[in-house]
């Protein structure tokens, strides 16, 4: 009997063939790899995962679901099903701790995407390289470049913590249940997250802090520095005064966070 999907859990299954395996395809997988995927569903991604010979820990939170996943791949011994809430599980836990390269595959529920990433993004030991479906719009806020107006600090966070691009658009048509709206494949390679990076991003915050104002203004109100002295560090760092936060590339973010760090100093 076909499972139904949950619309509380944010269910919509690939089907389409030619693109699950260009997903895999993606992700290079080899025969020695260590491949999480995050919420394997019905299984069609994992069963093209379990034949590049790879290690497979497959997280699916729907216990409904696990006994079916179970029957579906236990010709492949290469995978072991995992139920678990894939935003609270143990991602340091030994076997990925030890991994010198281990990778992320994952469609993910529309709902938990924005957590999801703060939390692998900044993880002890991050994955190498991270292949995820998610939705169209939020793909394109997380490389959204400067002086779009879907940039945020979402999006900065996302340049502090690796390098993203989208890969390919996947259509509505191609999931069982269709969504509403479309989906992107994007390729994450995270960079070792730090101390520096997350009161880098504090700091950005605070430049985001009314978007629709001017960089300027924002800053003046959160650090609380003379007027003039703000500006002068604008002009020093080759930032336009008339600037709002969306405008500015992650070197600009780079320089005015040195430059207000040695004044705080």
Known sequence: MKPKAKKQLGQHWLKDEAVLQKIVQSAQVKPDDLVVEIGPGTG???????????QILAIEKDFSLIERLNNRLKRFKNIKIIQADARFFDYDFTALKKATDWKLVANLPYNITTFFLRQILTLENPPS???LM???EV??????????????VFTLF?????????????????????????????????????????????FIKLGFSAKRRKLANNLLGALHFPKDYVYNVL???????????????????????????????
Do not use: H
């Not at 991604?45 to 010979?53: D, E």
């Not at 999931?175 to 504090?202: C, G, H, N, R, Y």
């Open 235 to 265: 002009k020093v760092a080759g930032v336009d005064e008339d600037s709002r936060a969306e405008d500015l590339k992650l070197k600009d973010w780079e320089k005015l966070y040195e430059k207000f760090q040695r004044k705080n100093g």
């Open 139 to 152: 793909a394109q806020k997380i490389v959204a470049p400067a002086g779009d107006s879907r940039r945020s």
């Open 134 to 136: 998610m939705q169209k």
């Open 44 to 54: 069609n991604l994992t069963f093209f995962l379990g034949q590049t010979g790879a």
């Open 158 to 202: 996302c340049l502090l913590a690796g390098k993203s691009r989208i890969l390919f658009f996947v259509g509505k048509e191609l999931f069982s249940p269709a969504p509403k709206v479309d989906s992107a494949v994007i390729e994450i390679i995270p960079q070792k997250w730090s101390i520096k990076k997350q009161t880098m991003l504090k």
């Open 129 to 131: 390289k991270m292949i």
